[in-house]
């Protein structure tokens, strides 16, 4: 339709984006990976992968396996630690003038506050994200995110420390996601990620055994995106004024385009990177398509645009 300006930019409670697109945390390592590949300045912005302040190695391979519509993986947490990634990965990144939002990691409260502590004021970075489903040392090894009070400790203390805005990131099978999403947004969070992978596992029957070093890892991929798009949708419903960026699944434009309906106000591309570099540009342009057919300017205006007929079941049940 004519006469309709359109921009694919988003403002993510101040963090402004030239795409709606976002390379995953873990999935694009620490660009350096992709550099070679695709037009890193298309990308709207990239995570890193999950920055402790120790470095850390990580699980033991084998790390990857395929399943039917996804891929189950097993990495830990392996990064260079915040330090190294400060110096040596963040300075390549900004020349190649990429928004990049640090992921966060650590495994005790303390851990999480000396990552953030490096990061702060650190000019190449837009945003953080914080992981939570990493083994918290101070409770049994359960992760961080089994419990709303620990998840917004530890949000809080990192959204208290930053000079940028803070997502915490969440795994979707939270009986109470809603009021996790509340609690780390009450806690400081500026938004939200949704979802980290779910946990899953393979076995190969050949050599009876696991076919993760990790045994069980997080399922991503195709697999997810129901799972993931339900999750946004929930917590999307609950906070519509909360920036919310939706990551599952995602490998075309109509799965992005899925997600913006359902609430998200961008989107995150992971396993679709690593089998298409070019994946979130052609989703990009994908989504230009869409707005243009629509006759709309900008990815926001997709936001409270799924038509939502007959009686809703009330909120946080599940209509099955
Ligand atoms: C190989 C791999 C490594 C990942 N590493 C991290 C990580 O370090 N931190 C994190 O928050 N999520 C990590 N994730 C999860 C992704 O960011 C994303 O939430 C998940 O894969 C779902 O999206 P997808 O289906 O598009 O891959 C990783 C995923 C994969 C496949």
């Not at 695709?38 to 399943?67: M, Q």
């Not at 009876?208 to 929930?234: E, N, W």
């Not at 989107?267 to 057919?293: D, F, M, R």
Request: proline share 7%; net charge positive.
């Amino acid at each position: 339709m004519a006469g309709v300006k359109q921009t694919l930019s988003v403002d993510l409670a101040g963090i402004r984006l030239a795409s709606p697109v976002v390379a995953a945390s873990g999935c694009a390592g620490t660009g350096r990976e992709l550099a070679g590949l695709t037009d890193l300045r298309r990308l709207g912005g990239l995570v890193t992968r999950s920055l402790t302040f120790e470095p850390s190695r990580g699980w033991p391979g084998p790390r990857v396996a395929e399943t039917a519509s996804g891929i189950v993986t097993g990495v830990g947490l392996q990064n260079p630690g915040v330090r190294a990634f400060v110096a040596e990965d963040l300075p390549r990144l900004a020349r190649a003038g990429i928004p990049v939002m640090a992921s966060v990691g650590g495994g005790s409260l303390q851990g999480y506050i000396r990552a953030a502590s490096i990061l702060r004021g650190e000019p190449g970075i837009v945003g953080l994200e914080v992981y939570l489903s990493g083994a918290d040392e101070e409770n049994r090894g359960l992760p961080f995110y089994s419990r709303i009070d620990r998840m917004a400790e530890v949000v809080g203390a990192v959204s208290r420390l930053s000079t940028v805005p803070v997502f915490a990131k969440l795994p979707a099978l939270l009986p109470d996601l809603v009021p996790a999403a509340r609690g780390c947004i009450r806690a400081g969070a500026h938004g939200l990620t949704l979802i980290d992978s779910v946990p899953g596992m393979a076995v190969d029957v050949r050599r009876l055994r696991p076919r993760l070093g990790a045994i069980i890892g997080g399922l991503s991929g195709p697999a997810i995106r129901p799972i993931a798009l339900a999750a946004v949708f929930r917590v999307a419903q609950d906070l519509p004024q909360v920036p919310v960026m939706g990551v599952g699944g995602i490998a075309t434009a109509e799965d992005a385009v899925e997600f913006l309906l359902a609430g998200a106000w961008a989107v995150q591309v992971g396993t679709a990177l690593i089998v298409n570099p070019s994946a979130p540009t052609e989703i990009a342009q994908g989504i230009a398509g869409y707005l243009k057919a629509k006759g709309l300017a900008s990815p926001g205006d997709l936001r409270e645009r799924m038509r939502l007929t007959g009686e809703q079941p009330a909120r946080g049940t599940s209509a099955s």
